[in-house]
């Protein structure tokens, strides 16, 4: 069993910025991709960025790219998304989640882990 808890989340003015971290509690942590979701209210949850388990391969949704950055500290057991430039259309609960399938990566993860969520709130 992997705990997964989310940090960082908050109220942010259209523009501003937020980081977010996710602590994984487990030993064998470099043995997962990782993956930041996100869930907007009536929506379903979707992919916004990927790392695979050496932070070699990154993915992101178009509507991230150039705004966020995911990364990852092995060490720590840590993956962080910095998210930039941030849109209303950011809003939404952000879940982290890990996926010991697909190690490698990529848009199609399905974590076998997820976190409890932390809610972020962009105004105009």
């Known amino acids: 069993q992997v705990q997964l808890a989310e940090f960082g989340g908050g109220l942010v003015q259209a523009g501003g910025s937020l980081r977010l971290s996710c602590v994984a509690e487990?030993?064998?942590?470099?043995?997962?991709?990782m993956g930041w979701f996100r869930q907007a209210p009536g929506k379903e949850r979707e992919v916004v960025a990927v790392i695979s388990w050496n932070g070699d391969n990154t993915y992101y949704r178009d509507s991230a790219k150039g705004r966020f950055t995911i990364s990852r500290d092995n060490a720590k057991n840590t993956v962080t998304l910095q998210m930039n430039s941030l849109k209303i259309e950011d809003t939404g609960v952000y879940y982290c989640?890990?996926?010991?399938?697909?190690?490698?990566?990529?848009?199609?993860?399905?974590?076998?882990?997820w976190g409890r969520g932390t809610q972020v709130t962009v105004s105009p």
């Open positions: 989640g890990g996926d010991r399938k697909a190690p490698l990566g990529g848009p199609h993860i399905s974590p076998d882990y």
């Open positions: 487990t030993r064998t942590f470099n043995n997962y991709a």
